[in-house]
Each structure stands twice: as structure tokens, then as C-alpha cells.
């Protein structure tokens, strides 16, 4: 079989892949409360996201997002309850005095600047607009605040921060003498969404066929070696020391490294965030997959008589030493399907073609690295934790936004995010967007879980008597946590792990101190065996 031999590569793509990979879990931010701005009665708004539809001469032409205010009234979130209001531009633009045009209910389109939001919305209010909306003088949207010394406010029109692109189509389709109408209106996300349902599922999934495949692997070793052992205790030490070649084994040492050389990496993705570095980890993620991708097809095949032969034979390659015919002929395959979705990434559908180089990833990244024991994975996971919950929120005090969900949502990189998730654009959600799930969130649970089924094998213990099944079930109950919170939340980022570690490791643990196997479990994390004399028998 080929399962034997660590090919550098996988162990290459596997550090890549792990110190890159984000712990999270996201469906985009359409809330966003903030404790830091000036807080009175009139003035105490979370800023929303509001959609902005645009008519011209009575035909929808385009639709632009703004951020409501702090201040002014809550908006519509039905669309069809929102009145369309015909637009004026203010007259002087900047409307920090009276508009010399009369207005009669019109929205009122002004520039930002020479006084406050507060200033143009009173004015605005008071020469008879309904809405003042307020085109930023950069591409970004703007969270419009009161002054820190104003008074209480009674602002009885709401306002609309426009990006400057907006503003700009706007005036153009104002100057062609034209007229325009607009719809302000902020809907409001369902509570469930299918594509959380289905990224679930597939995470869920991932790490079952990853744990069966694991242990699998780990069985067939163990009757090999119980074949080799028959014919003499002296076979016993070279058995051992082959069978370390097989995976690469996680330490405590390295598993405190991670936590600060991946913390170091996501400094280098944020303070490198832009367009060709996102290219950079397209690339990584390209090479990554087709390996991932590759390794899983050959496994899968070489379970079929037909293609079991072609598994078994080999030719020598310079540079990459013995290779299967069946690895060879899959290759081709694997590279076309990774760099057409490299090329056509942006396409809607590109989504599936990452999922798919995205789960082969997942699955032999938890083939060629495993736990030896509980005691590292304690180690690992909280460690993982840590990272997950200093980057996710008490980065923001350091960095003044969260380093985490900037990395993950590529933002200033003009992409939709960073290519090491998982994710399912969100179907009945009005503002579309997609729902992720990093790579972290997975794997290292994942170590996890499949140490537990491994164990459970190698004891030859049933499925209700094990940890496996406890596990995948905490797992399964600590991600949907995760997905209430992120709804609860109003789709902020969650870091997964906050609820996934404790679920798994807390489950793990306490079901080994009840059952008496925890000193075995910390300390070795597989049966004894004894040698020569061992029998395994599958179940």
C-alpha cells in the first residue's frame, strides 16, 4: 500500500496550511454596536447596513449599501413597507445651511464635510426632507457619531453614510436631468440560514471520514506489525521505529510553537493584506489541494479491483523517487481542477470548486499529523483556544479591529477573503454574502476525534463503550453552538473554538476519569502491546 511513506510535500502543505488556517466562524456583519462612540438619549443607534435602491425615469437601475447613523429613527426592514422618496441634490452640497431649494419631502443627497452629521441632518429636517443622505469623501463607509459635547438630540429624519462611488452615480444620474427615487430600508437577517445547516454538515462530515480513514490506517499498521512480531521479539524495535515514520506526531513543544508562529503569520496577513499577497495563498492553497486532492482519489481507488493494481505499482520519477500509475494518472486531474478554479475563482459558483481542493486538504492533513496522547491534545487545543480568543476579540485593543475577521473577510484585498475556508453562499439571506468556516476549526478538533476513534479500534472497543462517538457527538453540539451564537450576534465572527474545545476536550476528559482510562489516555494513548504476542481483530 501506499500509505506508508511521508512525502515532504504533505508535510510542507501541512504547516502552511495549519499556521494559516483561521478559527472562525462567520455570516458577515449587518449590526454593529459600538461601545466606544458617544452614547445620549437621541443619539444611541447600532450602526446597520441599509440598502439603498436607485430608480431612474421609474426603472430600478442599480442598488447601493450605506450605514445608518447613530442617530435618528430605527428604518423600515421590509422592503415592500418602504417608501420610494424622489432625490434632490442640496443646494449648497454640503447642507451646513438652509438649502436654497425647496424641498417637500424629498431625500436630500449632500457631501460630507464643514460641519457636523448632526448639523446637516437638523437642516436637512428642517427645509422639509425626509432623509439626508451623506456621500463619504473616501470609498469606505463612515460610522456617523454625535459630538462628544452636543445635547440631546430629537432628530426626526434618518441619515445615510453613501460610499463615495455611490455618490458619484448619483449625481450623474441627478445632472442628465433625470428623475431619481431611492428606497431606505434595512432587512434584517433570518435566524437560520440553510448554508449553516449544510457547512455543518460538511465540517461534521469532514472529520468523520477523516477519523475512520485514521484509524483505518492505524489498524492495518497494527496487523502488520502483529505479523512481523510473530516471527520474533527482535522485530519488535525496527517495527516500532517504522511505524514512527508513517505519520508526523504532534509534541507539546510544537504544539506551544503553533500558537506563536501562527500568531505571527496573521500579523504578516494583516500588515501584507492586499491583492498579490492574496494571490500568493491562492497559489499555496492550489498546491495544497491538489495534493489533498490527489491523496484522497488514490485511497479511494485503490479500494476497487480495477484500480488496485495500478496502486501497487510503481515507477521511479527523478526528483520524486517511486510513484503508483495510479498517482500518476490522477495527477493531470488534480492540477487542471485546482488551477481552473484558481482562474475562475471569482465566478459564483467557484465556491464548490474550494470546498471540494478544501476538504482533500482537511482530510490528509489529519492522515500525515496525529495526536500520540490526551496530554497533547490538551495542550494543542488550548493552546488553539487562546490564539482564537486573543485574535478574535482582544486583538481589536491592539490593532483597533479584530486581526482575525479582517484576515479572514480579505478585507483591503479587493478579494472575498482569504482561500483556507469552508463555505456556502447563504441562500435566503437578503443581504447574500456567504457563511465560512476556517480551516483551525476543523483540523484541530479534528486531531482530536480522530485520536478518539484510533484509540477506541486499537482497544477493540465497541462504538457506545468508546470515545469516539461522544466525541464526534460534542463536536457536532459544540459547532452548532457556535452557529446560535453567530445568529444571536447578528452574524459577527465567532471564534468556533471557544465553543467546540470545550464541548470535545471537556467530554473527552471527563469520560475518561469516569471510566478509569485517563492516566492511560494522557500518558500513552494506545493500548499496550505486547510483543510478540498481540491479536487484533477487526471489528
Known amino acids: 500500500m501506499e500509505f506508508k511513506k511521508v512525502d515532504c510535500s504533505i508535510c510542507a502543505v501541512f504547516v502552511v496550511v495549519l499556521v494559516l488556517c483561521t478559527g472562525l466562524v462567520s455570516g458577515g456583519d449587518i449590526v454593529h454596536q459600538d461601545d466606544i462612540a458617544p452614547s445620549r438619549p437621541g ?50 452640497p454640503d447642507c451646513c445651511s438652509t438649502p436654497r431649494n425647496k424641498l417637500t419631502g424629498e431625500a436630500i443627497l449632500v457631501h460630507r ?56 452615480s448619483l449625481i450623474k444620474f441627478l445632472g442628465n436631468s433625470s428623475s431619481v427615487s431611492v428606497q431606505l430600508y434595512s432587512p434584517k437577517r433570518p435566524m437560520v440560514d440553510v448554508a449553516e445547516v449544510f457547512l455543518w454538515l460538511m465540517a461534521v462530515a469532514t472529520i468523520l471520514c477523516a477519523s475512520y480513514w485514521s484509524a483505518w490506517r492505524a489498524r492495518e499498521a497494527a496487523i502488520e506489525q ?63 489541494g491538489v495534493e489533498g486532492l490527489q491523496t484522497c482519489l488514490v485511497a479511494l481507488l485503490s479500494c476497487f479491483r480495477w ?40 465566478i459564483s459558483f467557484a465556491w464548490i470548486g474550494q470546498d471540494i481542493l478544501g476538504i482533500a486538504l482537511i482530510i490528509t492533513v489529519l492522515q500525515v499529523v496525529q495526536i500520540p496522547n490526551l496530554k497533547v491534545g490538551t495542550v494543542l487545543l488550548s493552546c488553539s ?92 453540539l459544540g459547532l452548532l453552538t457556535t452557529y446560535v451564537a453567530l445568529n444571536l450576534m447578528d452574524g459577527h465572527g465567532q471564534p468556533a473554538l471557544l465553543y467546540i474545545v470545550p464541548f470535545t476536550l471537556g467530554t473527552f476528559l471527563t469520560l475518561g476519569k469516569q471510566r478509569g482510562d485517563l492516566k492511560h489516555l494522557w500518558t500513552r494513548g494506545e493500548p499496550d502491546r505486547p510483543c510478540p504476542h498481540v491479536r487484533l481483530q477487526p471489528e
Open 385 to 476: 483556544l487562546l490564539y482564537d480568543l486573543f485574535w478574535v476579540f482582544l486583538s481589536k485593543s491592539l490593532f483597533h479591529k479584530s486581526v482575525m475577521i479582517v484576515v479572514a473577510r480579505g478585507d483591503k484585498s479587493g478579494e472575498d477573503g482569504i482561500p483556507m475556508l469552508l463555505k456556502i453562499p447563504r441562500l435566503f439571506d437578503p443581504w447574500h454574502g456567504y457563511s465560512i468556516i476556517g480551516f483551525g476549526d476543523i483540523i484541530l478538533p479534528g486531531l482530536l476525534v480522530a485520536f478518539s476513534l484510533r484509540y477506541d479500534w486499537l482497544c477493540n472497543k465497541r462504538l457506545r463503550d468508546g470515545y469516539f462517538l461522544w466525541a464526534m457527538l460534542a463536536y457536532g
Open 113 to 168: 464635510g464643514n460641519c457636523s452629521f448632526t448639523t446637516k441632518a437638523n437642516v436637512a429636517e428642517d427645509a422639509g426632507a425626509s432623509s439626508i443622505l451623506i456621500i463619504n469623501n473616501q470609498t469606505e463607509l463612515f460610522k456617523m457619531v454625535c459630538e462628544p459635547h452636543e445635547p440631546d438630540l430629537d432628530i426626526g429624519i434618518p441619515a445615510i453614510m453613501l460610499p463615495q462611488h455611490a455618490g458619484t
Open 226 to 288: 502483529d505479523k512481523l512480531l510473530k516471527d520474533g521479539s527482535n522485530e519488535c524495535n525496527v517495527t516500532e521505529g517504522s511505524r514512527s515514520g508513517v505519520v508526523l506526531e504532534i509534541n507539546i513543544i510544537s504544539a506551544v510553537l503553533f500558537v506563536v508562529v501562527a500568531s505571527c503569520f496573521l500579523i504578516m496577513l494583516y500588515k501584507l493584506m492586499s491583492s498579490w499577497f492574496i494571490e500568493v495563498l491562492v497559489v499555496l492553497f492550489a498546491i495544497g
Open 307 to 346: 484500480f488496485e493494481r495500478f496502486g501497487q505499482s510503481y515507477i521511479k520519477i527523478p526528483f520524486l523517487g517511486p510513484v503508483s500509475y495510479l498517482t500518476l494518472a490522477i495527477s493531470p486531474f488534480c492540477i487542471a481542477f485546482a488551477v481552473l478554479w484558481a482562474v475562475y475563482r471569482h
Open 43 to 92: 443619539c444611541n443607534n447600532n450602526f446597520v447596513l441599509v440598502k439603498v435602491p436607485i430608480w431612474v425615469d421609474g426603472i430600478e437601475v442599480t442598488e447601493f449599501v450605506g450605514v445608518g447613523a447613530r442617530f435618528g429613527p430605527t428604518l423600515e426592514s421590509k422592503e415592500k413597507r418602504a417608501n420610494q422618496t424622489r432625490l434632490a441634490f442640496a443646494d449648497p
